[in-house]
């Protein structure tokens, strides 16, 4: 995307910033981060003869930005820096795929990665429980199905109780709020989303004993192939609620984490940042 980017006239490191953030922590976490962002952002407005800057956020980012736009700056800072926010494939109410991760462990798709050995790394990120389905969101059907009993997005302290990970039920506790009411922003959003692609939507346990340490038999619904549609359609709730415009666009077959280099939503953003 960098690199369609630069053929508009856009200069890495002048009018094109990263805002690298580490991913297994929570807003709560690692509050100076958003300090450092909100520096980054005015600095770039005034390099660039106080343009407006469009935030362009991935996957998990998008919370983030989320947090940042409503719990961290006002309304009169984001109307003098902030021209429009692109978030791109967000996670709005979690997925079901931390949910699996607490329990057998999840490889990002990655054939050479064990999903065991990735376990102890996915229970000890606070964004884990941050990424959970969010319950005021998910339905009631069940996530982790065992022959003993079946566990939603309603039941996590016994589900953490189950797995003998306890903590975790703590952690979620913490950072679960931190952005499940998901209010609008108050600026100009154009979120982006994939769909039609097999997301894990419940993980089966199917043999007594096999629950939590055995890798699970998968069964699929509709997303991204990471997040699933009911997380990623969220964004539309925000269209005509507010004075600010929200819009957004499907991409089917497009899968999470080819979001950003797939070339129909890179003109799209291109396109975007043309108005």
Known sequence: MVDELKTMGYVPGVSIRGAPYDWRFTPVDKPEYFTQLRLLIEDTYKTNSNKKITIIAHSLGCLQTLYFLNSVVNS???SLYIDSFIPIAGPWAGAANSMRGYSAGYNLHIPLLNPSDLRPVQRSSPSSAWLLPTPKYWDSRPIIITPAK??????YEEFFKDIDFVF???VWKKVSNVTQSLVFPDVVVHCIYGANVNTTAQAVYSTPGQFPNEQPTIVYGDGDG?????SLVLCNDWIGKSTYNATARVFPGITHFNMVSN?????????????
């Open 150 to 155: 079946n566990y939603t997005a309603n039941d």
């Open 263 to 275: 070339a129909g939503i890179v003109d799209y953003v291109k396109s975007i940042l043309a108005l």
């Open 168 to 170: 975790g039920f703590e």
């Open 226 to 230: 990471t997040v699933n549609s009911q």
């Open 76 to 78: 009169q800072w984001k």
